[in-house]
């Protein structure tokens, strides 16, 4: 019995060869190396072999799974839609908030054929959804970029935002635990 990640395998190949993006001749070697291969994914090791460009793939995924594909390298994301979400479910699902158009939140996810993801979505909203396809790694990617960014963005008077007290404390301790010699400076 063929496993539905090998019909996806064969599928998207088969609409790699009907754009054009790889030679028909070579459609059966491209399964059989990946197998051989040490990737987790069968996109992966498409761009990582350079077998086809980023935009062939994005094409060809939004064929196959018939929505429309969302390229997420250099897109700027609104910072009040990821904070909808957590960090580690947004990795987890490969899936990141791109924008909202009246009450339809537009979700970029590297699979949306995941029948379980509106549902764990409406778990922290509460609009409607539209899926669009973009790379699994690129997603993931984007989220990375956008929370490390936040956590050492800088605030109004060049402090880290994450450094916002305002004094410092300095003490030691003495054998038994107890504070000795305090000391509070201002910054």
Do not use: W
């Not at 998207?12 to 028909?24: F, P």
């Not at 001749?25 to 197998?35: P, R």
């Not at 009450?103 to 949306?112: A, C, F, G, N």
């Amino acid at each position: 019995m063929i496993q539905s990640s090998e019909i996806f395998i064969r599928k998207l190949t088969h609409i790699l060869v009907i754009n054009g993006a790889i030679d028909a001749k070579a459609e059966h070697q491209f399964d059989e190396a990946f197998k051989k291969s040490a990737h987790e994914s069968y996109e992966m090791f498409l761009l990582d072999e350079g077998l086809v460009e980023p935009n062939e793939l994005l094409n060809a995924l939004s064929q196959c799974y018939k929505v429309p594909s969302f390229d997420v390298s250099d897109y700027f994301f609104e910072h009040n839609l990821l904070h909808f979400f957590p960090k580690d479910f947004l990795l987890r699902n490969a899936v990141i908030p791109a924008e909202l158009d009246e009450d339809m939140l537009v979700l970029v996810t590297s699979d949306p054929s995941d029948a379980d993801l509106a549902r764990k979505i409406n778990e922290f909203v509460s609009y409607d959804v539209r899926f669009c396809v973009g790379i699994y790694r690129d997603i993931c990617d984007a989220i990375e970029e956008f929370y490390d960014y936040a956590l050492t963005q800088k605030n109004e008077d060049g402090l880290d935002d994450l450094d916002t007290d305002s004094e410092v404390y300095e003490f030691e301790i003495d054998e038994e635990g107890a504070v000795i010699d305090e000391d509070i400076d201002e910054i």
